[in-house]
């Protein structure tokens, strides 16, 4: 079984840098896909960026060019580098790993617990 585990939320200053971490543990036959997710109260959760096994990344629109996800060269932990910081990125952040289970043949998604991330003067 798959647990994610964020942190690095937090009130943090309009302009301002902030990183946020998702720690993985137990072990699933192979990581397709890893990604940050966003939610506020009264809309979807919308993707906010995603990284392949391959390396190759994905931002919403509303990040690109000032949010960085990467990760480590184990998959063990994924970060999200959110720079130059707006009150509308406030929301719940979500940690999410797509992955293949070879004894099943399924293709499951888990999902961490989500972290706050307020931006407010």
């Known amino acids: 079984q798959v647990k994610l585990v964020e942190s690095g939320g937090g009130l943090v200053q309009p302009g301002r840098s902030v990183t946020l971490s998702c720690t993985v543990s137990?072990?699933?036959?192979?990581?397709?896909?890893m990604g940050w997710y966003r939610q506020v109260p009264g809309k979807e959760r919308e993707l906010v960026a995603s990284?392949?096994?391959?390396?190759?990344?994905n931002y919403a629109d509303s990040v690109k060019g000032r949010f960085t996800i990467s990760s480590d060269s184990a998959w063990s932990t994924v970060y999200l580098q959110m720079n130059s910081l707006k009150p509308e990125d406030t929301a719940v952040y979500y940690c999410?790993?797509?992955?293949?289970?070879?004894?099943?043949?399924?293709?499951?998604?888990?999902w961490g617990q989500g972290t706050q991330v307020t931006v407010s003067s």
């Open positions: 999410n790993l797509r992955g293949y289970e070879s004894i099943s043949g399924s293709h499951d998604d888990y």
């Open positions: 137990g072990s699933i036959s192979a990581i397709i896909a």
């Open positions: 990284i392949n096994r391959g390396g190759a990344t």
